[in-house]
């Protein structure tokens, strides 16, 4: 079993390291997914209304606070990616990658993980008894999608952990 470690390297820097190759491959993915954020379902689950009594409310929240929040999440996506170019092989395990990328990114990826994982969900209807599944089957788009969706939630917990000072605790 491989060890995800999320840590801080130092200060300045957030170092994860025992990145399966699988999660390589999701969190490089994770860009890809972002693109969808504009979809009619992915657009409501992200930027839902904020009240269902009141249309004149939620049309105004959309056009006030809609274009600012959608802002915020392409910056965190665009961090991200950016990041992401980092990801290289582990000099202490070959068969993992390692990335470092500075502090004040982590709630961008927070963020993006985040978006990823609600995007995911709304395009393929993924609902709680599909993530209560057991035996997921990485061929069929729908399991694939709630793996994916386990794994970024995994990640993202890690840094919640670490944000919140607590030290992240993860095995994959």
Known sequence: MTEL???RANEKQIRIT??????????REVPVILEMRDSPAAKNRLLPDPTSANEKA???????????????FVSAGETMARDLTGLVADPHDINTGQLEFPVEHLR????????????LGEIHQIK???M?????DPRDPRDLAALRIHLLGYVL?????????????ASI
């Open 18 to 27: 025992g990145i399966a190759p699988v999660l390589a491959v999701m969190l």
């Open 128 to 130: 709680e008894e599909d």
């Open 132 to 136: 209560n599944e057991a035996n997921l």
């Open 58 to 72: 939620n049309q105004e929240w959309q056009q006030i606070v809609g274009p600012e929040l959608h802002h915020l």
């Open 157 to 169: 917990q890690s840094f919640v952990e670490l944000e919140t000072g607590h030290e992240p605790q």
């Open 108 to 119: 961008a990826w927070m963020s993006a993980l985040n978006q990823a994982r609600l995007i």
């Open 5 to 7: 470690r999320v840590e």
